[in-house]
């Protein structure tokens, strides 16, 4: 397992340990998990974002810390906030992310995932030209995850 994944994991305990709220010290973090501090920041603003359903607050100095809350919302809103986040292009492993927090969220079930997933690969798009490729992937998974919004 990559460290990325391994930092993002343990946040995710964090978060479900606490009810959805986590406040972390990034150096104290990094020290635990035996990693450099900017690798805690690549993962917050990668995998912790408004977009996947999270608030994220920093203060920094002496007593500095990371707050991250996760966003509780019902299914319809929890998807339209996904489809209206994802723009007008989407790369392979934003929309594996996205899947993957959906899924660990229960906004979609292991399927409806896996299909998803399936669509989002690059095999998919082996004949579309590369420039055009993000753009397709963003207009199909909107799609799809529209026809899951009831």
Same mark, same amino acid.
Do not use: W
């Given at each position: 397992m990559r460290m990325s994944d391994?930092?993002?994991?343990?946040? #995710?305990? #964090?978060?479900? *340990?606490s009810g959805g709220n986590a406040e972390i010290q990034r150096n104290e973090l990094a020290g635990n998990?035996?990693?450099?501090?900017?690798?805690?920041n690549y993962v917050i603003t990668s995998r912790f974002t408004p977009e996947q359903g999270y608030i994220? *607050?920093?203060?920094?100095g002496g007593g500095g810390y990371i707050?991250? %809350?996760r966003v509780k919302a019902d299914k319809s809103t929890a998807l339209m906030h996904i489809i209206n986040s994802i723009?007008?292009?989407?790369? =392979?492993?934003?929309?594996?992310? #996205?899947v993957k927090n959906m899924y660990s969220q229960s906004i979609i079930d292991k399927q409806v995932a896996k299909l998803l997933?399936?669509?989002?690969? *690059?095999r998919v798009y082996a004949d579309i030209p590369q *420039?055009?490729?993000? %753009?397709?992937?963003?207009?199909? #998974? =909107?799609?799809?995850l529209l026809s899951l919004y009831n």
């Amino acid at each position: 397992m990559r460290m990325s994944d391994l930092v993002a994991q343990y946040i #995710m305990e #964090m978060l479900d *340990e606490s009810g959805g709220n986590a406040e972390i010290q990034r150096n104290e973090l990094a020290g635990n998990l035996g990693c450099v501090p900017s690798q805690i920041n690549y993962v917050i603003t990668s995998r912790f974002t408004p977009e996947q359903g999270y608030i994220v *607050e920093s203060r920094r100095g002496g007593g500095g810390y990371i707050r991250i %809350t996760r966003v509780k919302a019902d299914k319809s809103t929890a998807l339209m906030h996904i489809i209206n986040s994802i723009g007008s292009s989407l790369d =392979k492993a934003s929309a594996e992310i #996205m899947v993957k927090n959906m899924y660990s969220q229960s906004i979609i079930d292991k399927q409806v995932a896996k299909l998803l997933l399936s669509a989002m690969n *690059e095999r998919v798009y082996a004949d579309i030209p590369q *420039e055009q490729r993000n %753009t397709l992937r963003a207009n199909i #998974m =909107k799609n799809m995850l529209l026809s899951l919004y009831n």
